[in-house]
């Protein structure tokens, strides 16, 4: 049997793992393990697919003229600096394959999304991760990483899995820091969940080397149709476009994103249901002795003693049906990363963990 070798990089890549769904031996499960929408995708948009079926023996649109309209609408952005891929993961991956070959670098943050390393592997380049403070993006460290090799620069803003985020001014000094042929790509899948922030967008449309992503599976709750969007210089659209599968967005998922955009009374809703719920399991949890850092999106990081406690409040979790993500392929193996559920599972969440803390403290 003939074997073929792939490319360099690509067998360093661990498989990843989305966050689970079942429980062995456990029904009626509530998943807050993927920071998806409790709400789900607005009746707008679940409208939209619904007659987009009808004509789903049709091919789509390839130029993704009437999401990339509708998108630039709402946000104020001029469409043809927009390109739309399969979540915002096949923005990133084309980025790291259109800019990221054999001897280039790629930076991200220690606990940044597990995508800038599994990207920059499959282009042959090598993934630099950079320290954070205090799971805080940290620019300065970012700066003293770069060399003459770095090709794109990766900071989550607001960060999966730590929830923290850093403000536009440091994301600018990044920006203008950067070496020649550098560029700084803001993944801000959670932006929505963050009050009066673009997500970089008006850095994007000013700064050549700055590049912005986002995506509708979060507060859009359109995850289960893969759907995101990145924003930038027309020159990086002009690139991107020329790798981009024609066909990569279906009809019914053009349809369900272009209608989740223009409701943008669920996008109020979801966000404002998120913050009072965020901040009231934050505090019932740090009152049982779990604290998180401030979180700015739709999950909180809560933080155990050591991997251990970490680990054994997972399983107590999951025997009440409640799966939240172990973290540890994050760098953060004494946390747990627990999804903004709906009211009734953030309740149960915080009474499963303070007993365990309290059958802790009395071990």
């Given at each position: 049997?003939?074997?073929?070798?792939?490319?360099?990089?690509?067998?360093?890549?661990?498989?990843?793992?989305?966050?689970?769904?079942?429980?062995?031996?456990?029904?009626?499960?509530?998943?807050?393990?993927?920071?998806?929408?409790?709400?789900?995708?607005?009746?707008?948009?679940?409208?939209?697919?619904?007659?987009?079926?009808?004509?789903?023996?049709?091919?789509?649109?390839?130029?993704?003229?009437?999401?990339?309209?509708?998108?630039?609408?709402?946000?104020?952005?001029?469409?043809?600096?927009?390109?739309?891929?399969?979540?915002?993961?096949?923005i990133i991956h084309l980025l790291a394959q259109a800019y990221v070959g054999p001897g280039d670098e790629v930076l991200f943050t220690e606990h940044g999304f597990l995508m800038y390393r599994i990207s920059t592997l499959a282009a042959g380049g090598t993934p630099v991760a950079v320290p954070e403070r205090e799971?805080?993006?940290?620019?300065?460290?970012?700066?003293?990483?770069?060399?003459?090799?770095?090709?794109?620069?990766?900071?989550?803003?607001?960060?999966?899995?730590?929830?923290?985020?850093?403000?536009?001014?440091?994301?600018?000094?990044?920006?203008?820091?950067?070496?020649?042929?550098?560029?700084?790509?803001?993944?801000a899948a959670y932006a929505e969940y963050v009050e009066n922030y673009d997500g970089g967008a008006e850095l994007a449309s000013r700064l050549p080397n700055v590049f912005m992503t986002r995506t509708f599976s979060k507060i859009y709750g359109l995850g289960g149709l893969r759907i995101g969007w990145g924003y930038?210089?027309?020159?990086?659209?002009?690139?991107?476009?020329?790798?981009?599968?024609?066909?990569?967005?279906?009809?019914?998922?053009?349809?369900?994103?272009?209608?989740?955009?223009?409701?943008?009374?669920?996008?109020?809703?979801?966000?404002?249901?998120?913050?009072?719920?965020?901040?009231?399991?934050?505090?019932?949890?740090?009152?049982?002795?779990?604290?998180?850092?401030?979180?700015?999106?739709?999950?909180?990081?809560?933080?155990?003693?050591?991997?251990?406690?970490?680990?054994?409040?997972?399983?107590?979790?999951?025997?009440?049906?409640?799966?939240?993500?172990?973290?540890?392929?994050?760098?953060?193996?004494?946390?747990?990363?627990?999804?903004?559920?709906?009211?009734?599972?953030?309740?149960?969440?915080?009474?499963?963990?303070?007993?365990?803390?309290?059958?802790?403290?009395?071990?």
């Open positions: 049997m003939t074997h073929i070798p792939p490319q360099p990089g690509i067998m360093d890549i661990a498989l990843y793992e989305g966050g689970a769904s079942h429980v062995a031996g456990v029904e009626n499960v509530v998943k807050l393990s993927s920071n998806e929408n409790p709400l789900g995708a607005s009746e707008k948009a679940r409208d939209a697919a619904i007659r987009a079926a009808h004509l789903m023996h049709r091919y789509p649109s390839t130029d993704h003229a009437g999401l990339r309209g509708a998108i630039a609408a709402v946000h104020g952005l001029a469409p043809d600096r927009i390109i739309c891929g399969v979540g915002s993961d096949e799971r805080v993006t940290d620019v300065d460290a970012l700066l003293a990483a770069l060399t003459p090799r770095t090709r794109l620069v990766f900071v989550a803003n607001p960060n999966n899995p730590t929830g923290t985020m850093i403000c536009l001014s440091e994301l600018e000094r990044l920006a203008r820091g950067l070496p020649e042929g550098a560029l700084l790509v803001i993944d930038g210089a027309r020159e990086v659209i002009d690139v991107l476009s020329r790798i981009r599968g024609p066909f990569n967005l279906s009809s019914v998922a053009l349809a369900a994103a272009e209608a989740a955009v223009n409701d943008q009374a669920h996008v109020e809703r979801s966000r404002g249901e998120n913050a009072r719920l965020r901040a009231w399991l934050a505090e019932a949890l740090a009152e049982k002795g779990v604290p998180s850092d401030s979180s700015t999106a739709n999950f909180i990081l809560a933080r155990f003693p050591d991997e251990a406690a970490a680990s054994a409040c997972d399983a107590a979790l999951k025997a009440e049906g409640l799966i939240v993500r172990q973290v540890g392929s994050y760098g953060l193996a004494s946390c747990l990363r627990i999804t903004i559920g709906d009211e009734p599972a953030c309740r149960r969440v915080a009474h499963v963990i303070g007993n365990f803390m309290a059958d802790r403290a009395r071990a």
